[in-house]
């Protein structure tokens, strides 16, 4: 049992210094990334060092919910604590951003349940950084969120310029 405990009291401090690390190298990492090129569109998706990061949590999570219904199926286990790493799954999959694709009409956006989002280039109005989050919000004339940049994405410098020189007249 101290065994146990010697090894929680290592990972705690471990991991407050390891998450931020983590995340900055995958910040950095989407900065470093060129966005993709298709004919005269561009497509800023989630960058490599992201992807990789999803997806380990996605495998280590399914791996604990195999765990979860292997002990749930003991007799006097409740099986509806499988739920808990499912959902979990699901809200990753829900909140995972989609691609922005600039193109020569406008800004595009797919969204999963949703509308997608099309907005010309004359209908952008502004462009804002939000401070916390780290996402760029590119906003149209009628009010509406015409586009969501996640910090995650390749070439954020990339997607500022071609606002910038598509949309002349947006406020930055």
Do not use: C, Y
């Not at 993709?36 to 919910?65: C, E, N, W």
């Not at 010309?120 to 996402?135: C, F, L, M, P």
């Amino acid at each position: 049992m101290k065994i146990l405990w010697v090894s929680l009291g290592a990972l705690i401090p471990l991991s407050l210094v390891a998450f931020p690390i983590v995340f900055w190298a995958v910040r950095r990492s989407a900065e470093r990334h060129e966005p993709v090129r298709k004919g005269l569109a561009i497509q800023f998706g989630i960058a490599r060092g992201a992807k990789l990061l999803l997806s380990f949590v996605v495998i280590l999570l399914v791996a604990f919910t195999i765990f979860v219904l292997a002990a749930s199926l003991s007799p006097g286990a409740n099986p509806v604590a499988v739920i808990i790493p499912v959902a979990v799954i699901v809200a990753i999959g829900f909140a995972t951003p989609h691609a922005v694709v600039l193109d020569d009409i406008g800004i595009n956006q797919r969204r999963l349940l949703l509308p997608d989002r099309h907005t010309r280039w004359e209908d952008v109005s502004s462009v804002a950084r939000d401070a916390k989050t780290g996402r760029t919000f590119v906003w149209s004339n009628d009010g509406k969120i015409a586009a969501v940049f996640s910090p995650f994405f390749a070439g954020h410098r990339q997607f500022v310029k071609e606002i910038r020189v598509r949309a002349k007249h947006a406020m930055f």
